[in-house]
T-cell receptor, first 114, second 114 residues
Framework: AQSVTQPDIHITVSEGASLELRCNYS??????LFWYVQSPGQGLQLLLK????DTLVQGIKGFEAEFKRSQSSFNLRKPSVHWSDAAEYFC????????????WGAGTKLIIKP | NAGVTQTPKFQVLKTGQSMTLQCAQD?????MYWYRQDPGMGLRLIYY???????DKGEVPNGYNVSRLNKREFSLRLESAAPSQTSVYFC?????????????FGEGSRLTVL
């Protein structure tokens, strides 16, 4: 069955430090890949997406993600986190032809230390 | 531009009571979705509507019904609420097919069933 794994439930990072959130998916072909962010008490907002082409994609708020086909991974990175980045981050995949029916990871909660 | 609007934001029910969650979008999107979010489980699709006049079951449809009232509105009904339906519910919309695949979310409706 198709699945998305975010192995880290929580990650704590100092303000100004770099960040990498991991995402692995299980799917035969290359799906469409997404990262969403959920601030406390809010809905989810799209950070970035990968459909095809350049495997390093840039998103909003200074985030980027790299698709690695050989590792079935789509990890999210940011060079220097800010206190406002504290939120929960969700990786999602939509198998090609699924009409964007997303399969979601369980989420990673990012905690920022001052 | 309001985007996706959900009502109510909070609701407390007793077991066996019924209620309807309302959702409206003003982006002229064809597709609409209802998700539930539970800690550590990410988002799970309850029902979706690919276009006006159609609805389909998602991953966890039991205990719920939906109505796609028109292109703008998609409601979720709990006929006989159970404590297992305590959750945060999100409505989302998207433009499938030639669209970007991005989901636009409402702010959520927190439901507690006692």
């Amino acid at each position: 069955a198709q699945s998305v794994t975010q192995p880290d439930i929580h990650i704590t990072v100092s303000e100004g430090a770099s960040l990498e959130l991991r995402c692995n998916y299980s799917y035969g072909a290359t799906p469409y890949l997404f990262w969403y962010v959920q601030s406390p008490g809010q809905g989810l907002q799209l950070l970035l997406k990968y459909f095809s082409g350049d495997t390093l994609v840039q998103g909003i708020k200074g985030f980027e993600a790299e698709f690695k086909r050989s590792q079935s991974s789509f990890n999210l990175r940011k060079p220097s986190v800010h206190w406002s980045d504290a939120a929960e981050y969700f990786c999602a995949v939509a198998p090609e032809g699924s009409n964007y029916q997303l399969i979601w990871g369980a989420g990673t909660k990012l905690i920022i230390k001052p | 531009n309001a985007g996706v609007t959900q009502t109510p934001k909070f609701q407390v029910l007793k077991t066996g009571q019924s209620m309807t969650l309302q959702c409206a979008q003003d982006m002229n999107h064809n597709s609409m979705y209802w998700y539930r979010q539970d800690p550590g489980m990410g988002l799970r699709l309850i029902y979706y509507s690919a276009s006006e006049g159609t609805t389909d079951k998602g991953e966890v449809p039991n205990g719920y019904n939906v109505s796609r009232l028109n292109k703008r509105e998609f409601s979720l009904r709990l006929e006989s609420a159970a404590p297992s339906q305590t959750s945060v519910y999100f409505c989302a919309s998207s433009e499938p097919g030639g669209g970007t695949g991005e989901l636009f979310f409402g702010e959520g409706s927190r439901l507690t069933v006692l």
